[in-house]
Each structure stands twice: as structure tokens, then as C-alpha cells.
């Protein structure tokens, strides 16, 4: 079945630090990709996200490539803050023969930024 | 942007005690909305979808009679675990989708601990 792979964490960086997050998926057909950041004790907010090959999703200076190709979509940051500091999640959606769309989740990836 | 409220946020409950989670969509019609629960350091695991009027559909492994989902409106869905147990404790989190291809906006989530 469709499946989603993330770097196991925690990842800690200084600020002002490069962030690289990998993120691979496996899926049939051609899922919509998402990046989803969850703040200690929230709910996810989405962050950003790509429908399709070689779309860039961007929010908050964090970007994302759908890359076909690799089946990835790696998340970046050029230059983290503490206030980033979070989880993050990949995540994918497709065709699950319905108007569902169920998200599949990555396990997550802990960033912890330091001042 | 969209925004679910979920309530109650924390609830500390006894064994055997029936408990039930609000989901709301405060500002469009959610025709779906999804129920995961998440374990300490892990990812989101989807337990069931529920569309408006219809039944919920449970993910694998999930006891409907244990986790009963009710969706009778376009703005509420709510989550009852019935006579919880210690092993229910977790994070449950609900999201909300106005219809596809819309995201799902998640709720803050709430915590459940049984004593």
C-alpha cells in the first residue's frame, strides 16, 4: 500500500541553521503531498503542500519539491528560527476509490531549534 | 483560514467511564471528517472517516463498538470512547475537509488519560 518515509529526529540545529528534512513516498497513481507541522501539545497545521510533478509547495520560508522522479519531497529552510522548533510530518493523499482522500502519514520528524 | 475546534482539550478520566470528544468546523460545511489518535513520539494513525449522515468507515483493527463516531451534521462530528481503559489513553485529534480536492484542517487535539 501507499506509504511515506521521513528521517527519524530529532534533528537539532542552531539558528539561523540550514534545515533539510527528507521526506520519500510510495503510492499508485499520483498523490497530492503535503508537509504538516504540529507545535507541542496542538493539533497539525498545514504548512504546505504540492498536487503535482515538480510543483514547489512554500510557506514561512520553508519549500518543498514534488519530485516525481525520486519520489521525494524533501522540506528546506534556508535559515531556522527557535520558534520552529516542532514536528513535522509528511504526508500524502490519493485515490482510495471514493472521494476520501485519506491522508497517510510519515512518522514524523522532531526539529529542535537552538538559540 | 478554516478552523476546527475540538473539545475538550484534556480530560482525566476512571476506567470504565464513558468518554466524548467534540469536532467542530467553525467557518464552512465539513462534509468529512477523519478521527486519528496519536501515541507518544508517533505518527497520526487514521482510526475511521466519517461523511455527513452516513455511517463511519473504520481503518483495520479499529472496535467500532469501542470508538463510536457520529457525524449528524456538516459542522459536528464527535468521537465517544466507550467504558475507556488505561490502554485508551492517547491524543486523539480530529480533522475536517469542506470536500475534495480541499485540505483537511485539524483540530488542536485532546488529550485523554484514564486512571
Known amino acids: 500500500g501507499d506509504s511515506v518515509t521521513q528521517m527519524e529526529g530529532p534533528v537539532t540545529l542552531s539558528e539561523e541553521a540550514f534545515l533539510t528534512i527528507n521526506c520519500t513516498y510510495t503510492a499508485t497513481g499520483y498523490p497530492s503531498l503535503f508537509w504538516y507541522v504540529q507545535y507541542p501539545g496542538e493539533g497539525l497545521q498545514l504548512l504546505l503542500k504540492?498536487?503535482?510533478?515538480?510543483d514547489k509547495g512554500s510557506n514561512k520560508g520553508f519549500e518543498a519539491t514534488y519530485r516525481k522522479e525520486t519520489t521525494s519531497f524533501h522540506l528546506e529552510k534556508g535559515s531556522v528560527q527557535v520558534s520552529d522548533s516542532a514536528v513535522y510530518f509528511c504526508a500524502l493523499s490519493g485515490d482510495y476509490g471514493g472521494a476520501t482522500n485519506k491522508l497517510i502519514f510519515g512518522t514524523g520528524t522532531l526539529l529542535a531549534v537552538q538559540p | 483560514g478554516a478552523v476546527v475546534s475540538q473539545h475538550p482539550s484534556r480530560v482525566i478520566c476512571k476506567s470504565g467511564t464513558s468518554v466524548k470528544i467534540e469536532c467542530r468546523s467553525l467557518d464552512f460545511q465539513a462534509t468529512t471528517m477523519f478521527w486519528y489518535r496519536q501515541f507518544p513520539k508517533q505518527s497520526l494513525m487514521l482510526m475511521a472517516t466519517s461523511n455527513e449522515g452516513s455511517k463511519a468507515t473504520y481503518e483495520q483493527g479499529v472496535e467500532k463498538d469501542k470508538f463510536l463516531i457520529n457525524h449528524a451534521s456538516l459542522t459536528l462530528s464527535t468521537l465517544t470512547v466507550t467504558s475507556a481503559h488505561p490502554e485508551d489513553s492517547s491524543f486523539y485529534i480530529c480533522?475536517?475537509?469542506?470536500?475534495?480536492?480541499?485540505?483537511?484542517?485539524f483540530g488542536d487535539g485532546t488529550r485523554l488519560s484514564i486512571l
Open positions: 504540492a498536487t503535482k510533478a515538480d
Open positions: 480533522s475536517a475537509r469542506g470536500g475534495t480536492p480541499s485540505p483537511q484542517h
